[in-house]
């Protein structure tokens, strides 16, 4: 019997994070350990600006008929100036297939306020899934102390124990908000970093590709599409045989936990560095920090991971 877990969706769509919000709503329909009873959407800048990927999530859940709530954050990091991907993701942030106008609108709610405020009156602990940059869930933490009492885990996409894919050093959703990432390594809530050691692992190839876009659901079509557009950037500029499902991998890892690996380490976010600003440094002696430890996933079930992305995309009717 599957348990249900609460969960706030914190994004910058984006490709994969699109996939990640498909993959998110589905599991109501999948028989693994987990059901997510997703809150709400919130949006964060960050592979494009905040207007774009407002758009976008209401683009995803419109087309896919999800019946939820898009709550604009950020529109930059804490500190630093924004920095965006329209090398990866395009102009819109979500180029490849053709959408619908969008019919809908995002909530007046600022996201942090809706964070604060679900994650306070939640009767259940929350799950803080991020797939982007980390600004709106640290600005909860630091306005709002008072919720970490109550999120029961926070599951990010972001990261490397080693290289990054960004700078040599750094991984994107780190790298443009280092501060805010380093606010929440501090914390002593459990966390969950899935980095670039296992997204990397979880490829999708113009095979699978190819297998989404002739299925009968329309949905996995338009995922087939947008993925279709997002391996592009990994075979001509990164030299990829597919494209890494970053995003959809942070989800699946709560469907089912048994898809990562992780172990415990102190992880600290270099944020002064020339070379080295962004880089999430894996205490793996576990002698050189006293930061609470975060369980990084340092291996993967891609099997297990794409038969639920397919299952989840071909599940929309
Ligand atoms: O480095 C990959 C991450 O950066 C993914 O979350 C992608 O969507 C971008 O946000
Ligand atoms: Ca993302």
Request: charged letters at 25%; proline letters at 6%.
């Amino acid at each position: 019997m599957a348990k249900t877990k609460k969960v706030i969706l914190d994004c910058d769509p984006g490709h994969d994070d699109a996939i990640g919000i498909l993959l998110g709503f589905a599991s109501q329909d999948l028989n693994y350990l987990y059901k997510l009873d997703i809150l709400g959407i919130t949006i964060v800048a960050g592979n494009q600006t905040l207007e774009k990927t407002v758009n976008n999530a209401l683009k995803i859940v419109e087309y896919a008929n999800i019946d939820t709530k898009i709550y604009p954050g950020y529109a930059q990091p804490l500190i630093r100036d924004l920095e965006i991907a329209p090398e990866v993701h395009g102009e819109t942030g979500l180029d490849g297939p053709e959408f619908p106008g969008i019919s809908g609108s995002p909530e007046k709610k600022h996201a942090v306020s809706f964070m604060i405020d679900t994650i306070r009156e939640s009767q259940d602990k929350v799950t803080v899934i991020t797939t982007g940059p980390m600004t709106n869930l640290a600005a909860a933490m630091i306005g709002a102390p008072d919720i970490i009492d109550n999120i029961e885990e926070i599951v990010f996409m972001g990261g490397s124990a080693y290289t990054g894919n960004w700078t040599p050093a750094a991984e994107f959703n780190i790298l443009v908000d280092p501060e805010a990432v380093q606010f929440i390594m501090k914390s002593d809530l459990k966390k969950k970093m899935v980095g670039l050691e296992v997204t990397r692992k979880a490829m999708f190839y113009p095979k699978d590709i190819n297998n989404l876009k002739s299925d009968r659901s329309s949905v996995a079509r338009m995922a087939g599409e947008l993925l279709e557009y997002f391996v592009q950037f990994h075979i001509n500029e990164k030299g990829m045989p597919g494209c890494p499902l970053h995003d959809p991998l942070a989800v699946a890892s709560i469907i089912n936990p048994d898809i990562l690996k992780t172990e415990p380490y102190s992880v600290n976010i270099e944020c002064g560095g020339q070379y080295t600003t962004g880089r999430t440094v894996v205490d793996f002696d576990g002698d050189s920090f006293d930061t609470p430890v975060t369980d990084v996933a340092l291996d993967v079930d891609v099997k297990a991971f794409k038969e639920m992305i397919f299952e989840a995309l071909k599940s929309y009717r």
